[in-house]
Every structure is written in C-alpha cells, then in structure tokens.
C-alpha cells in the first residue's frame, strides 16, 4: 500500500488559518473514519493532535480541528502561532495495517 | 505520568540482530494495544508491528515480516521488537507508541538503530 498524500509544505502568518490535506483512497481514508493527526517539532516524538477524523485528546487547543470529505481528510489550524510550526502528519487504519502520509512542514511566517 | 522508554538500538552489520525495549509506567499497560513504529533519517512515519494486549494478536508492515517479532511482558509491563536480518534501510529512529482508539497518544523519545558496514 501506497503512503497517504499530503503537500510537502504550507505555510501562513500568524493569527491565520492553514489546512493540510491529507488524500488516500477507499481503502483507507474513505473507507473509515479512523483518521488521526501527529505534530511532530524536530528531535521530538509525534503528539497526537486529532483522532477518528475529528476529536481532540483532552490538552490540545481548539485551534485544531479535524475534518473528512470522501478519500480526503484535512487539519485545520486556526490563529497561527509560531509554536505551531512543525511537521504533521496523518494516519489511516485500513484492514492490513495503518498508513502514514508522507508528512507536511508547517512553516510560520 | 505515562511514560515510556525505549532502549536497545545502537549501530549494527547488515544481517544482524538487535532487540528493542519499552518500558512502560504510569497506566495498565495490559489494557492497550502496543506499536513500534519507525522513521528514518530525515523521512515521514511508518508503522512497523503492532500487539494485542494479551499477546494473542500481533501484527507487521510487509517490510519487516518474517523478520522482526514484536512480543510482550505485561508482568514486566515491557515491551519488545526482535530484529533479525537487519538491512540498511531498517536505519531508523524506533518509537514505542500506546494505541488510542485509530491512533496513538502516548510515545516514548525513541531509539535509534543504525544499520551500517
């Protein structure tokens, strides 16, 4: 199975709204919501963001949020903060094994 | 606190062995689902295996079957990888992660394995 489909790179000003997409098929992203989000800053563990498309574990801001239309699922972060600036990725269960995408660098201007 | 702390990796020849650790504390540990999952140098995620809580499912990326095992103690509340057969592209940093419903919400600081003549 083929990595999930994310942009290399976005990037934003503070106080403003960025989405990273994330695009697999029907054999994953679509064909369950079990979609979940990671930050991850360098030298630094993945942190878990987004869970099951849309839920925040208890400690991670609003700011956040989770979304999914068809084989395509998004993290939007709203009112940009510098502290934000990170590589995410997102994760799909599928019925052999979960699918990471090939991640997305989240630069603050 | 949760915590989990990986140990074992270093520097080993291709067709080599190492064996991974975790150790856990500060929940059930025999309540969750285990991971490894492992990122090489400078690349994205990948998961590698994952085990039931009692042991009685285990689960592998293709990548690595028939060559690592993933096992448990949950008397030890530890968790383990087998690697045999060791190539270079199993050059990764190797992190222990708890399941959370689709993902995993706690991960240990991981280990690095380098596979290297």
């Known amino acids: 199975q083929s990595a999930l489909t994310q942009p290399a790179s976005v990037s934003g000003s503070p106080g403003q709204s960025i989405t990273i997409s994330c695009t697999g098929t029907?054999?994953?992203?679509?064909?369950?919501?079990?979609v979940s989000w990671y930050q991850q800053h360098p030298g630094k563990a993945p942190k878990l963001m987004i869970y099951?498309?849309?839920n925040r574990p208890s400690g991670v801001s609003n700011r956040f949020s989770g979304s999914k239309s068809g084989n395509t699922a998004s993290l939007t972060i709203s009112g940009l903060q510098a502290e934000d600036e990170a590589d995410y990725y997102c994760?799909?269960?599928?019925?052999?094994?979960?699918?990471f995408g090939g991640g997305t660098k989240l630069t603050v201007l | 606190e949760v915590q989990l702390v990986e140990s074992g990796g270093g520097l080993v020849q291709p067709g080599g062995s190492l064996r991974l650790s975790c150790a856990a504390s500060?929940?059930?540990?025999?309540?969750?689902?285990m991971s490894w999952v492992r990122q090489a140098p400078g690349k994205g995620l990948e998961w590698v295996a994952n085990?039931?809580?009692?042991?009685?499912?285990?689960y592998y990326v293709d990548s690595v079957k028939g060559r690592f095992t993933i096992s448990r103690d949950n008397a030890k509340n530890s968790l383990y990888l087998q690697m045999n057969s060791l190539r270079a592209e199993d050059t990764a940093v190797y992190y222990c992660?708890?399941?959370?419903?689709?993902?995993?919400?706690?991960w240990g600081q991981g280990t690095l394995v380098t596979v290297s003549s």
């Open positions: 992660a708890r399941s959370y419903s689709s993902g995993w919400n706690y």
């Open positions: 500060g929940f059930t540990f025999s309540s969750y689902w």
């Open positions: 085990i039931k809580q009692d042991g009685s499912e285990k």
């Open positions: 029907s054999s994953d992203v679509g064909g369950y919501n079990y």
């Open positions: 099951d498309v849309s």
């Open positions: 994760s799909s269960y599928t019925s052999s094994s979960p699918l």
